[in-house]
Every structure is written in C-alpha cells, then in structure tokens.
C-alpha cells in the first residue's frame, strides 16, 4: 500500500499544480471537470520538470522530493478548490448511481464496469509483466536512472520519441519502484474513465455517462493495457480532454479555451507520436467550425495561431530533443525525408516497410470494410478494438439533424481514423478516438428511446456482451497475477511460474519459464563488475532485459545500426567494435550449442549465456 499511497499524494500535488496553472487561463469547466483538468495538466508538467532535471544530470530522489514540496508550496492555495471539486464529483457520482440503479438493464452494465474495474484494480499491483512495459516503458527509464541522465540510446528503438510517460514511471522509480509507476499508469486510465463519464454526463444525464464508460470499456485492446505502465492511458486522457476543450470552445467561442485545445495537444503529442495525429485531427475540425461560423481569414488565422502557439509550447521541446540527438525530429521515422543517426534505409524497410506488408493493403475497398476488421479480425491490426466501434451504426436510423457536438466528435474520429489507416493500422492506436466513438453511441441509444425499442435492446444487448466478454478476458490476464499482488509466492517464484506470456520452445513445443530472464539476470547482476557493459544480442526475438541492473545496448542486427554487422568482416573487427563501446560482456538468448568454451562462460544456463569479450561464438550466429 505505501506505493498506492504515494501515487495519491503525488496525484494530490499534480492536481493542485495544474489547478494553480488553470487559473492562469481564467476557463475551465466547473467542479469535476476542472478536477480533472487540473490532474492531467499537473502530470503533463511534472513530466517536463523530470525532463530538464535527467537532461542536467540531475535524476536522484533528492531532487524529485525537492520538486514535489516547492510544487506542493507554489499550489498550496488551491486546496480549497481542490476539496470543493472533489466534492462535486463524489456527489456527481452518487447522484448518477441513484439515477440509473431503478433500470435493469443500466444496473447489470454498472456491475459488469464495477467488476471490471475492481480486477484490474487489482492486477496493478502486480509486478509488471507485459513485453513492450518491461523492454521500454521501463527498460528506457532504467538505463536512465542508472546513470542519473536521459541520453540518447541509439539501440533502443524508440528512445529518442516523446517521453512523458515513461519519464512519470522515472519519478516513481526513482522514489519507490516499478509497481508504483505502474499504478500511476492504471490510475491515468480512471482518470479517463471517470472524465469521460463527467463530458458525457455534463451533456446527457448521468445514463449517457454510465453508457459512455461502458461502451468505452468494450474495447478489448484496452483491458490489455490498463493494469501495465504504459502510456496508452495518458495519451487517451490527453486526447479527450482536448476534445473536450473543443466542445467548450464550439459553445463559448473563448480564446482560452482554443489555448486548452492547444496545451492537451501538445502533451497528447508529447506522450507519443501518434498524438500528432489527434492534433491534427482537432484542429481540421476547429478550421471546419470556424468556416461554419462565417469567420473572417484574419479571425481564423488569430484563433488558429492561439491554439498552435500552446501546442507548440507543450509538444515543441519533445521533437527538439529527437532531432538535436538524432537528426530526425520524429525518430526512426520517415527516415527516406528526415535520415536519422545510427540508423540507414535497410533497418527502415526491415522495420517498418517490410512490417507495413503484414498489415491490410491501403486501398478504398480495405478503408470502407476496415471498421468491421478491426472489430473481427485482430490478426490484421495487431489487436481488436471491440463492439463500440460499431455501435454507431444505428445512427443511420436517426434523424439527419444531430447535435452539434455529436458532429463534431464525428468529425473528429473520422479525420483521425483516415490518418491512422492511410499510416499505422495497428488496434491499439485507435484508443484516442473511442472516448467519442463511445460518447456518440450513448447519444444514439437515449435518442432511440420512444423510436426504436428494438434497436435500443439490442444496442444495450450488445454493449452488455461486450463487457461480459472482457470482464472474462480481464479475469483471464490478471488472476494469474494475483500471488504476486498478495504475496503468497516470492517475486522469483512468480516470474518463474508466470504463464500469461506462453512461452514455448520453438522445437519441442512445450511450454517453458514464462521469464527465464529473471532468474538469468539475477545470476549475471551477482557476478558482473561494477564497470560491466553488456551487449544484449537476440535473432529478433523477445527479449526481458529489464532485470539487468547494468548498463547495456542491444545488439539487434534487425533493430539497431550503432553495432553495423553487415560492415564487419571478421573477428577483430567485432571485437574492436566491441571495445570502442566499451563492452565487456555479451548476452544472448540463442542456444549456442557446443560453440563456447566452457571458460569463456560466466554464468551457465539452460537459456542463456553471458560471454566474455571472446566473440567468436556471437559472430557464428551472424
């Protein structure tokens, strides 16, 4: 409980920081809605603040205590607000509940979300089990802490990116450790459930609310992610809270609104890549409202500049750091315009063209069928995204005149997914469009009540499946994670046994130690020097190095160009590659067979084999 503990107390403090902040832009919604504003704004600030202290050195838990108390005293005098806002959304929330428990139906989908909720509640206080969690979220933040400074690390694919997630799990790793970052993580994701269910609400009663979260929760893609410390929950909280800026904006017209548009833009944008794509998104919809509200070209291009101006204030400092390391500011993309550092045309078509291959081609036909794919057919994207993203089909059934902000969510969705069909195609990105998508079908199904009984039970029907279906995808991903979160086996005992990643050996075809790296780390962190470089090398394959507690690069031949193998001709020229990074060790998950001396090993596995600097058996594999 002491790593809950200081996720509420450091939550508490990015609450009153970001509401001090709100003041300045003299708009926010009222009670629960500035809430949350306040939290997301406060969280996006303290990421950059871990920033500038990893980019002067300065990543020690000192500082980050140091940090935390002046932010504490700067807001202080907001804590009023803060108590009062917390108020009117616990009352919001009872209020609801009272509303919606008369109807059957709405009681069994408010159950069905409770029991979700509760189970993976649960699992996050789990240690962390998931691959990219423990290779990047974590694994990224880990060499940073090492070091006490965020570098460039040129074999971590993904490194040079927007960072602010993973630069929150550096604060709770810094302080207390990886499970406490993870549930920072998880309680990003209630954020946005319960911000979604305050727009919904705030816009059709406190059914539309309960509704939204529920068809928000039929995503499928989502259960995987909520209880790991990755960063789809904040980017999707970002992401809503400027949409609902928009909608603020559509109804006042206030320039401080369109600046909120701008500031969870940029940190939409700063949180991943594909924020970009949410940014331009909104604001082809503000261009596309301001036409309809007859505007000048000298009033648009002011609003247009207000909005900008914040986004590049909040997401600018990211893509200035990618492309002072790199070269590229969106690196290792688009390297044919951008080219890139210890990356070449090669790696690119390996990663990324040849990998585009698996996908669905990018034509008219694949476009017009891809909602019902995505929904059915998981192999193609990677993941599914669930029933909600077709629940709106039964607005073809309603009248033509729609509200304005049902439009505008449309339009935003719409845009979005053209942009992620036409250049990433993967499921799980498609998360900053179904907040809408979900507020959108608890519209359609209020509205068809007194139309279309038939059409509403069914859509309620639907809903409900959808939920049962992942409360026991939910129960299947976290109970086995259930020892680890109330002790009854050690943490080696738990990734020994761990079988949520079914592993299984590629001759025999039986399953193996779920994550045999543990125990291999361990071994090699015992005998390691203190001066210790390892050079981690897979043929491409899933890899854990989270557990090594010394410094490493990986030596990816498909993933990687500072270790450029295709240029290497013999023995000295690894080993003298080798040494140039100062590598003294060499890790590997590959069955090397006969080919090492036993001298030569420093820790003898059944899977794995750390090596001294004798390269001859790493050249084999080659």
Same mark, same amino acid.
């Given at each position: ?235 999707? $909280? /970002?992401?809503? &809270?400027? !949409?609902?800026? @928009? #909608? ?5 017209? =206030?320039? *401080? ?24 998104? $909104? /604001?082809?919809? &503000?261009? !596309?409202?301001? @036409? #309809? ?5 000298? =009033?648009? *291009? ?321």
């Amino acid at each position: 409980m002491i790593s809950f503990s200081l996720v509420i107390v450091c939550g508490a403090v990015a609450t009153l920081l970001g509401s001090r902040l709100l003041s300045l832009f003299r708009t926010s919604p009222e009670g629960e809605g500035r809430l949350f504003y306040a939290y997301a704004l406060g969280w996006g600030v303290f990421a950059y603040l871990v920033l500038v202290l990893g980019l002067f050195g300065g990543l020690y838990p000192v500082s980050v205590i140091l940090i935390l108390t002046l932010c504490f005293l700067l807001a202080i005098g907001k804590l009023k607000t803060l108590g009062k806002d917390l108020r009117a959304f616990v009352i919001s929330l009872r209020e609801g509940a009272r509303e919606v428990l008369p109807v059957p139906l709405l009681l069994v989908t408010k159950i069905l979300v409770a029991l979700i909720l509760l189970v993976s509640f649960v699992g996050a206080f789990a240690p962390p089990t998931n691959m990219d969690a423990l290779n990047y979220h974590l694994a990224v933040p880990k060499l940073y802490l090492q070091t006490h400074t965020i570098v460039f690390l040129p074999t971590m694919l993904y490194s040079a990116t927007p960072f602010a997630s993973e630069l929150i799990n550096s604060l709770f790793m810094l302080i207390k450790g990886e499970v406490s970052a993870q549930l920072a993580q998880h309680l990003f994701g209630w954020a946005l459930l319960f911000a979604l269910f305050s727009l919904a609400k705030s816009r059709y009663g406190s059914k539309g609310g309960l509704l939204a979260v529920a068809g928000f929760l039929c995503l499928s893609s989502f259960i995987f992610v909520f209880s790991e410390p990755k960063n789809d929950m904040l980017i999707t $909280l /970002f992401s809503l &809270l400027a !949409v609902w800026s @928009l #909608l603020s904006w559509n109804d006042s017209e =206030k320039r *401080s609104d369109l600046a909120l548009v701008g500031v969870f833009a940029g940190l939409a944008s700063g949180t991943k890549l594909f924020g970009l794509g949410v940014a331009f998104s $909104l /604001f082809a919809v &503000l261009v !596309v409202l301001m @036409l #309809l509200k007859r505007y000048r070209l000298s =009033k648009i *291009s002011i609003s247009l500049s207000v909005g900008l101006a914040f986004f590049s204030l909040f997401a600018f400092p990211w893509y200035l750091k990618s492309y002072l390391w790199s070269g590229n500011p969106v690196y290792p993309f688009f390297y044919g315009f951008f080219g890139g550092a210890h990356w070449n045309g090669i790696l690119d078509y390996r990663v990324f063209q040849l990998g585009r291959e698996a996908y669905l081609p990018v034509n008219f036909i694949n476009l017009v069928i891809s909602p019902w794919l995505v929904v059915n057919s998981g192999e193609i994207f990677l993941a599914r995204t669930g029933v909600v993203f077709l629940a709106i089909l039964p607005g073809l059934f309603l009248p033509r005149k729609l509200p304005q902000e049902i439009k505008i969510l449309g339009w935003f969705s719409l845009i979005y997914y053209l942009l992620w069909f036409l250049f990433l195609r993967d499921a799980r990105y498609l998360l900053p469009i179904i907040p809408p998508i979900a507020i959108i079908c608890a519209f359609i199904i209020l509205r068809l009540e007194g139309r279309s009984k038939l059409l509403k039970w069914l859509l309620m029907l639907t809903i409900m499946l959808g939920l049962g279906a992942n409360l026991l995808t939910d129960l299947k991903v976290q109970v086995p994670k259930f020892p680890g979160v109330f002790g009854t086996v050690s943490e080696q005992e738990f990734y020994r046994d761990f079988r949520e990643t079914e592993r299984r050996d590629h001759t025999s075809g039986k399953l193996v130690e779920a994550f045999p790296e543990y125990e291999f780390s361990r071994k090699a962190n015992e005998l390691l020097f203190p001066d210790s470089k390892l050079a981690v090398f897979s043929l491409d394959q899933a890899f854990y190095y989270y557990f090594f507690d010394y410094p490493y690069v990986l030596a990816l031949p498909m993933r990687q160009n500072l270790i450029d193998f295709a240029s290497l001709r013999n023995e000295e020229e690894m080993s003298k590659r080798l040494r140039e990074l100062g590598i003294t060790h060499i890790a590997t998950d590959v069955d090397l067979g006969g080919g090492i001396p036993d001298s030569s090993l420093l820790v003898t596995d059944s899977h794995f084999a750390p090596l001294l600097p004798g390269v001859n058996a790493f050249l084999s594999m080659l």
